[in-house]
C-alpha cells in the first residue's frame, strides 16, 4: 500500500482533532519514509497557516489546491470547523472588530461573513464599518467529539501498521 496517499487523510485527522503537535512528528516519518506527496505538501502548509495562526493564508492554501476527491470532504470540514473556531476567538477576544478584517479571518467574502454573524446575533455599525459581537454561550464536550477522537486512534493504529510492513 502506498503511504503517501494515506499520509494527507492522517494530517487531515490531525487538524480535524486538533492534534497539531502528532501532525509535527507524522511529518518527520514522512520525510524520513520518503513519503511526501504534493497532497502531503499542500495539507502541511495548512497546518503550518494554523500553527502560525495565519487564517488569510489558510483559507488561500485550501481553496489553491486540487484537492482528490476524498481530501476535498476533510478540506470542507477543516473549513467549517476552522471558521466556528474563529468564530468562538473573536466573539470572546473583541468588543468590535473591522468588516473588512473579519472577513478575511473568515475567508468569505464581506456580504457572506455580514450575513453569517448577523445570523448569529453580531450587530453592524454602518457609519463605521464595526461589528459588535455577543459573547458566546459556554459549550460543553459532545459525544461527537468522542467518537471523532475514537476514528482518529483507529486511523492512527491502522497507518501505524501499515508502516511496519
Not at 81 to 104: G, H, N
Not at 112 to 122: F, N, S
Request: aromatic residues 10%; glycine residues 4%.
Amino acid at each position: 500500500m502506498d503511504l503517501s496517499a494515506i499520509y494527507p487523510i492522517y494530517l487531515a485527522s490531525c487538524i480535524l482533532n486538533h492534534d497539531l503537535q502528532t501532525a509535527r512528528y507524522v511529518r518527520k516519518r514522512i520525510l524520513i519514509n520518503h513519503a511526501s506527496s504534493p497532497e502531503t505538501d499542500g495539507i502541511w502548509r495548512v497546518i503550518v497557516d494554523l500553527i502560525q495562526k495565519n487564517y488569510t493564508q489558510l483559507y488561500q492554501d485550501l481553496d489553491g489546491y486540487g484537492w482528490s476527491d476524498t481530501m476535498q470532504l476533510f478540506v470542507e470540514r477543516i473549513k467549517q470547523d476552522t471558521r466556528e473556531k474563529v468564530f468562538r476567538m473573536m466573539a470572546e477576544a473583541f468588543t468590535s472588530i473591522e468588516l473588512q478584517q473579519a472577513s478575511s479571518w473568515f475567508g468569505l467574502s464581506s456580504e457572506q461573513v455580514l450575513e453569517e454573524l448577523i445570523k448569529r446575533g453580531w450587530t453592524l455599525d454602518q457609519s463605521t464599518q464595526l461589528l459588535y459581537p455577543i459573547k458566546p454561550a459556554s459549550t460543553t464536550t459532545t459525544t461527537t467529539s468522542i467518537t471523532s477522537s475514537n476514528n482518529f486512534e483507529k486511523i492512527a493504529d491502522i497507518i501505524l501498521n501499515l508502516e511496519k510492513f
